[in-house]
């Protein structure tokens, strides 16, 4: 009936890829890690602690990442596991099914994908989102 209380997202930033640099291969961090150029690989936060990774405008991920806590205002292309709180922000693109327990998703953010939510007992159910009908009659 009650559920575990969520970690705090990292406050501070651990590790910085930087605008210009791109990687090629996994990233695996812990705490917090702000992504300023391009990843071609997957970005996964090790352990149990709480991670909180930052993808700003100019970045781009080419892989899946997982993380807790995740800000996301550059491209991604791959799946999303957020496994506690994830941030949409207005010039987000997403190519791939996104997954996660606590959504924001801020004017102008573009998903093209599925919406998973996490359900308690550990399975996703998926968010269909449908075009709403026009009471006009021409």
Same mark, same amino acid.
């Given at each position: 009936?009650?559920?575990?209380?969520? $970690?705090?997202? @990292?406050? !501070?930033?651990? $590790? =910085?890829?930087?605008?210009? +640099?791109?990687?090629?291969?996994? /990233?695996?961090? +812990?705490?917090?890690? !702000?992504?300023?150029?391009?990843?071609?690989?997957? /970005? &996964?936060? $090790?352990?149990?602690?709480?991670?909180? &990774?930052? &993808?700003? *405008? @100019?970045? !781009?991920?080419?892989?899946?990442? !997982?993380? +807790?806590?995740?800000?996301?205002?550059?491209?991604?292309?791959?799946?999303?596991?957020?496994?506690?709180?994830?941030? =949409? @922000?207005? #010039?987000? #693109?997403? +190519?791939?099914?996104?997954?996660?327990?606590? =959504?924001?998703? @801020?004017?102008?953010? &573009?998903?093209?994908?599925?919406?998973?939510?996490?359900? *308690?007992?550990? *399975?996703?159910?998926?968010?269909?989102?449908?075009?709403?009908?026009?009471? #006009? $009659?021409?």
């Amino acid at each position: 009936m009650f559920s575990k209380k969520p $970690s705090k997202p @990292q406050n !501070r930033i651990d $590790s =910085l890829i930087g605008a210009g +640099t791109r990687i090629e291969g996994s /990233v695996i961090f +812990t705490g917090g890690l !702000r992504i300023d150029g391009e990843v071609k690989g997957d /970005v &996964v936060a $090790s352990g149990d602690q709480p991670s909180t &990774v930052v &993808v700003s *405008e @100019q970045a !781009r991920i080419e892989g899946e990442v !997982r993380v +807790t806590h995740m800000v996301v205002n550059g491209t991604i292309a791959g799946h999303v596991h957020a496994s506690e709180f994830l941030e =949409l @922000q207005p #010039r987000c #693109r997403v +190519t791939g099914d996104i997954h996660y327990t606590n =959504l924001e998703i @801020q004017l102008g953010a &573009v998903v093209d994908g599925r919406l998973v939510h996490a359900a *308690e007992a550990g *399975e996703g159910k998926a968010v269909e989102l449908k075009l709403a009908k026009s009471n #006009r $009659s021409d």
